[in-house]
């Protein structure tokens, strides 16, 4: 079974940036999706990058700030956040997906505060 591993998190002040990571131990090229789950809250969708980083997608909450892409050479795709804020701290997970499979990974913790 595929167990995305995520990688990247840590703690960064207000209009600062993180760049995350999602490896996969295959060869098979994943739809990934972002997604992260503040306490106390539901997960909640962050990005999506399609199977050839053709197609990418954002929340509104993160459009603008965040950027998906993919070196599928590497099997990683990775999440550029840039300008961030306290509102983005969570914990990131990476879903992979291929026809009904699905795959999460066990995430990486984000936190924003100065």
């Known amino acids: 079974q595929v167990q995305p591993v995520e990688s990247g998190g840590g703690l960064v002040q207000p209009g600062g940036s993180l760049r995350l990571s999602c490896a996969t131990s295959?060869?098979?090229?994943?739809?990934i999706r972002w997604f992260r789950q503040a306490p106390g809250k539901e997960r909640e969708f962050v990005a999506f990058?399609?199977?050839?980083?053709?197609?990418?997608s954002y929340a509104d909450s993160v459009k603008g700030r965040f950027t998906i892409s993919r070196d599928n050479a590497m099997n990683i795709v990775y999440l550029q956040m840039d300008n961030l804020k306290p509102e983005d701290t969570a914990t990131y997970y990476c879903?992979?997906?291929?026809?009904?499979?699905?795959?999460w990974g066990q995430g990486t913790q984000v936190t924003v505060s100065s």
């Open positions: 990058i399609s199977e050839r980083g053709i197609q990418t």
């Open positions: 879903n992979a997906n291929q026809g009904t499979n699905r795959y």
């Open positions: 295959d060869r098979t090229l994943y739809v």
